[in-house]
């Protein structure tokens, strides 16, 4: 054991029972900065060693495997195994630890978690409006239901359909179309009141949002929004009796006093009124009863 110590290269350390250093190599006093650790306590140079030292000596006494923890000195990360021994001069049990710089490992692994979470994020987002995109849509539909029923607070939906959307795209052609629904991703969020609203592309010219802690009645204030919004943009639509742009919008919401329903049939239940909404001669937000489970 004793090259191990006298390795120039290898941090290698001895602790015993008290946590006191009783050898180390050049390595692992230069990752210190030290002409030696010999002598000192673990806890002295890494604080939070001693609960994570006092556990490793309790797993040993138990014959149980010791496993590899990690350390960060001066900016570099270090990855460091255990191993139960008797120390030679002294007899008494001791940790050998062998600690190796991972520091170029460290920043791959940031730089991949780092990039996954931007490719995440990328995914659920549409690449004409920003807004997010029908996956998006799903995810945050879903996770605001069950933090709805968690907290027994309401959820409300509104499904948004830019009226006579085909015959401007044919009249006009696909560039002014997605110009058009750029402006509308865009005078849709002016609308949103809370940093957890969400609004969504949800297909083609159909838009969702999704609105935590809101009743029924302050989704009906979010849709006229909407519809002053769009109507603010005063987009010439050749073929639209309106003469402009406009939409129709259908809302629902969850109650968390009524029957438990799913984020499938809140949407049901809001497109339903949509379709009442276009029924009805468009150009206007319908509102729809709490949707029950079908």
């Known amino acids: 054991m004793k090259h191990l110590f006298g390795s120039t290269s290898l941090a290698v350390c001895m602790i015993d029972r008290s946590l006191g250093i009783s050898k180390a190599s050049e ?6 900065d030290l002409p030696t650790l010999a002598g000192l306590q673990a806890r002295d ?15 040993a006494g138990r014959g149980l ?21 008797t120390d030679p001069d002294s007899g008494a049990e001791a940790l050998l630890a062998i600690a190796m710089d991972v520091s170029p490992n460290s920043r791959i692994e940031q730089a991949l978690r780092t ?18 995109n029908r996956k998006g849509f799903d995810m945050a539909l879903h996770r605001e239901l069950r933090r709805a029923r968690r907290a027994a607070s309401p959820l409300s939906l509104l499904v948004i359909d830019i009226d006579w959307f085909k015959s401007y795209n044919d009249s006009l052609g696909h560039q002014e179309g997605d110009r058009c629904l750029r402006l509308v991703a865009g005078a849709l969020e002016t609308c949103l009141r ?9 297909g083609g010219e159909e838009f969702a949002i999704i609105l935590p802690d809101t009743v029924a009645t302050g989704a009906a204030s979010v849709g006229a929004a909407c519809l002053h919004a769009l109507e603010a943009l005063d987009i010439p639509h050749p073929t639209s009796p309106y003469g402009r742009l406009s939409a129709s919008i259908g809302a629902a919401s969850f109650d968390p006093g009524a029957v438990p329903v799913s984020a499938e049939a809140l949407f049901a239940t809001a497109d ?13 937000c319908e509102p729809a009863a709490a949707p029950t489970q079908p």
């Not at 390595?27 to 210190?32: G, H, I, R, V, Y």
């Not at 995440?120 to 997010?132: F, I, K, N």
């Not at 809370?194 to 949800?202: I, P, V, W």
């Open 194 to 202: 809370r940093a957890s609203d969400h609004a969504c592309r949800y």
């Open 65 to 85: 495997p010791l496993p590899d923890s990690r350390f960060i000195a001066d900016g570099r990360h270090y990855a460091v195994t255990f191993h139960a021994v």
């Open 272 to 284: 339903a009124a949509l379709y009442r909404a276009k029924q009805g001669g468009r150009n206007r």
């Open 27 to 32: 390595a692992a006093a230069a990752l210190f």
């Open 115 to 132: 990039s996954r979470r931007r490719l995440l994020r990328a995914s659920r987002r549409d690449h004409l409006t920003g807004l997010l």
């Open 45 to 59: 140079l890494i604080p939070e060693a001693e609960a994570v030292l006092r556990e490793y000596f309790d797993l």
